[in-house]
């Protein structure tokens, strides 16, 4: 295989090298998707301006623990190894200059609301007039057409939308959704999945292409078993904590405090064999013949019995005694990292 040579380091070719990409995607689900490409050998120049910078710019952690919008680890994370440029799309300068390069670009992304590139004359249809060859890419809320189109929001409030904040965290409890919105890391493999596969045929037409993906849409793919038991059976699932349907146990358990541990371990029982390995290793062998818990039905009828044996067992010692003596049997499990 060739390699290449770049800032003086010698590395292997990338699938997207001599791929330019124009992004003016900000936040996250835009930025993360321009990542993978530039992860993948595309030269991206991410577009900003002074006036309106990257919100993801303030975000935790910051080198040396000062806030700067040249400090942030979050950012940073976003956006590894593109180029950026500062204009100012308001003004008609800085829109002939992002056109020019566009001209030159074999990619356009862009995640702001619906109108917001028309409005700035920067839309496809603009675009393609100065460069037909162009693949660009548009990830609003709820896509470009359609009598939501017009809806603004960000991963928190897409994740609600979609569900997904409705189906996580304890029955008994509120809806729960993870820290970082799980919407704005499962759009990016869509939108890279679709651009790739438009350069393709680029490759096989010559022809450029505009691709309207919906962050909805592509969110909601990953709720497709709750999507039909609601549509078929007119079922709604509801939060089940840290249970999983075809597991039991399956969970997070409490362990003995020992800093620098968590004090907590995860144990997944997926078959049979993890279940009698599971029993042999807490010394309950007769748990393997209890109608209780002889079968993965019976697990499920009495989970909440089941995890109160477990937890009996995982308590009185630390997470990494508990998962080393597991792991040994034969039990899928791991302390739970806390940094």
Not at 99 to 123: C, H, N, P
Not at 255 to 281: E, F, M, Y
């Amino acid at each position: 295989m060739s390699q290449t040579q770049e800032q003086g380091v010698t590395r292997r070719p990338l699938p997207l090298d001599g791929v330019r990409v124009l992004d003016f995607c900000w936040a996250v689900a835009g930025p993360v998707t321009t990542k993978f490409l530039a992860l993948y050998g595309a030269q991206v120049i991410k577009i900003e301006s002074r006036t309106r910078l990257d919100g993801s710019r303030l975000g935790f952690p910051f080198i040396e623990g000062r806030p700067g919008v040249n400090k942030s680890g979050y950012y940073a994370n976003h956006n590894p190894t593109k180029l950026s440029v500062r204009l100012d799309l308001g003004k008609p300068e800085g829109r002939e200059l992002a056109k020019r390069l566009a001209r030159v670009a074999d990619i356009a992304t862009e995640s702001f609301s619906v109108g917001i590139m028309e409005k700035w004359g920067l839309d496809y249809g603009e675009l393609s007039k100065v460069n037909g060859n162009l693949i660009m890419i548009s990830l609003a809320m709820q896509g470009q057409t359609g009598r939501y189109a017009g809806h603004v929001g960000f991963g928190r409030t897409l994740a609600g939308l979609a569900g997904i904040d409705n189906l996580t965290g304890w029955p008994d409890g509120a809806p729960a959704g993870p820290n970082q919105p799980y919407t704005d890391l499962v759009v990016p493999w869509f939108a890279v999945t679709t651009i790739v596969t438009a350069l393709r045929r680029r490759q096989r037409t010559g022809r450029g292409q505009y691709i309207d993906l919906s962050q909805l849409e592509a969110s909601m793919h990953f709720l497709a078993p709750a999507v039909l038991d609601a549509t078929v059976n007119g079922r709604a699932m509801t939060r089940d904590g840290n249970r999983a349907a075809g597991a039991a146990p399956h969970g997070v358990y409490r362990c003995k405090d020992d800093p620098p541990q968590s004090g907590w371990c995860a144990i997944t029982v997926l078959d049979d064999t993890h279940w009698r390995n599971l029993c042999n290793a807490i010394g309950q062998a007769g748990l393997q013949t209890d109608p209780r818990f002889a079968t993965l039905l019976s697990r499920k009828a009495n989970e909440a019995e089941l995890d109160a044996i477990v937890e009996a067992w995982t308590l009185p010692r630390g997470a990494g005694e508990a998962v080393e003596t597991l792991n040994r049997a034969g039990v899928p499990a791991a302390v739970v990292a806390n940094g």
